[in-house]
């Protein structure tokens, strides 16, 4: 193996201002960057209220860790325009910023910016196609593009052209999924020996009982009115492809449930929350909902409140690539997981190592059954669920496959 460490360029289309750059991008390249290999970050950022506020907070960082960050300001309108008008402008920025580096690789995240990494190929970079997920299949799966809108038909076809021929042209792979890996080989040929698995993964550090503020949970539970209560809890996005019916359905099983403490469902999100509370008033479950939101730095308190987690996610096709972060996070804490199947390596990990329940059907008799689990998923212990995310999500080791790649 060639020890030598390199140059990289990652292009991101998400900023580190948001939620995601903080807990899955900008954690990795701390580290790689402290491992030696010279790091420089393209990003596009949503100007939001905070944004300056969190860009210099940010800036600061970046420079301590001798990490260059680079950005183009989102644009979000018009659909579908103002985002190939974003990405020419990042891909402008690519080029004149390898004029100057020659970067060994450029590592690309997402199908959204792999035709920077294609021109850059050329000049002479490697390539690593970081797919996260199939996403124009996201795209449809989540009903955000209807394909019988011809424009969003066009859009689709596309997109999976670009996928067809980047997994052909790229030097390295990443997936966040043996499901997404076994695909790849099955539908395009791909060589395994091209391809590398480094699902979302958490700071195992930051989510531990050092992550926790015992004086903020306190402050919390007496707050929040969660004293002496069953908390199944949500935190993260309430995207178009998380189940908001699904989970309050489930979790209205459990609250109605015997021999069980009263039930709290709490969620923890930065999404707009209107349509939810329009469906916790239809389903009857005013009181026993309470919804708030949080820092990065907070997030390991609030998981610290819950005793059981419960997300639903949409399978369908694009579901084989899905690692939720959100996984990673729960299980470091010690807290069990309900989810359903079809998502990504999670039924296999959650039954392979007792961590969790499944739901293959969303029905009541599924639920029902889930509700009688409660008492043996709350019986687990917190320590030997904290080592499942020790052995498949402890961000260092993601960290060591991507330090891996860059020197191979």
């Not at 506020?53 to 001798?66: D, F, S």
């Not at 469906?279 to 009181?287: A, E, K, P, Q, S």
């Not at 997300?311 to 690539?321: E, H, L, P, V």
């Not at 961590?355 to 687990?380: D, H, Q, R, Y």
């Amino acid at each position: 193996m060639n020890n030598k460490k390199k140059k990289v360029l990652f292009v991101s289309y998400d900023g580190l201002t948001d939620p995601l750059g903080q807990s899955q991008i900008l954690p990795y390249f701390i580290s790689l960057s402290n491992l030696g290999h010279q790091i420089t970050i393209l990003s596009c950022e949503k100007r939001l209220k905070s944004f300056n506020t969190k860009r210099l907070q940010l800036k600061k960082i970046c420079e301590e860790n001798e990490i260059n960050w680079q950005f183009v300001d989102y644009s979000k309108t018009p659909p579908i325009l103002s985002t190939f008008s974003d990405l020419a402008k990042m891909k402008r920025l690519a080029m004149a910023l390898h004029q100057s580096h020659h970067f060994d690789w450029v590592h690309c995240r997402t199908i959204l910016t792999v035709n920077i990494g294609l021109a850059l190929q050329k000049k002479g970079s490697r390539l690593i196609f970081d797919i996260r997920g199939f996403w124009a299949d996201e795209r449809v799966d989540g009903k955000l593009w209807n394909l019988s809108n011809p424009l969003y038909a066009f859009v689709y076809k596309v997109f999976k052209r670009k996928e067809k021929f980047a997994y052909q042209h790229a030097d390295r792979i990443v997936t966040l999924t043996q499901s997404a890996q076994d695909q790849l080989v099955s539908q395009f040929g791909t060589k395994r020996k091209n391809m590398t698995i480094v699902p979302c993964m958490a700071d195992l550090d930051h989510f531990s009982e050092k992550g926790v503020d015992y004086e903020l949970q306190d402050h919390l539970v007496k707050r929040l009115d969660l004293e002496n209560k069953l908390i199944i809890g949500y935190c993260g996005s309430l995207g178009t492809r998380y189940l908001i019916k699904e989970m309050l359905l489930c979790f209205k099983t459990i609250k109605d449930a015997k021999n069980l403490k009263p039930s709290i469902f709490l969620i923890v999100t930065h999404s707009d929350t209107s349509e939810l509370k329009k469906l916790i008033t239809y389903y009857n479950l005013d009181g026993s909902v309470v919804i708030t939101s949080s820092t990065y730095q907070a997030i390991p308190t609030y998981i610290s409140i819950m005793d059981i987690a419960l997300y639903f996610i949409f399978s369908g096709n694009s579901g084989k690539a899905v690692s939720p972060t959100k996984q990673a996070e729960f299980l470091a804490l010690g807290v069990p997981i309900i989810t359903n199947g079809g998502i990504g390596d999670s039924e296999k990990v959650l039954r392979t190592h007792n961590c969790g329940e499944v739901v293959n059907l969303f029905s009541e008799e599924e639920f029902k059954k889930v509700a009688t689990k409660i008492p043996n998923l709350l019986s687990l212990p917190k320590e030997e669920i904290r080592e499942t995310a020790k052995r498949f999500f402890d961000l260092n080791k993601g960290v060591l496959r991507y330090d891996d790649l860059y020197s191979s």
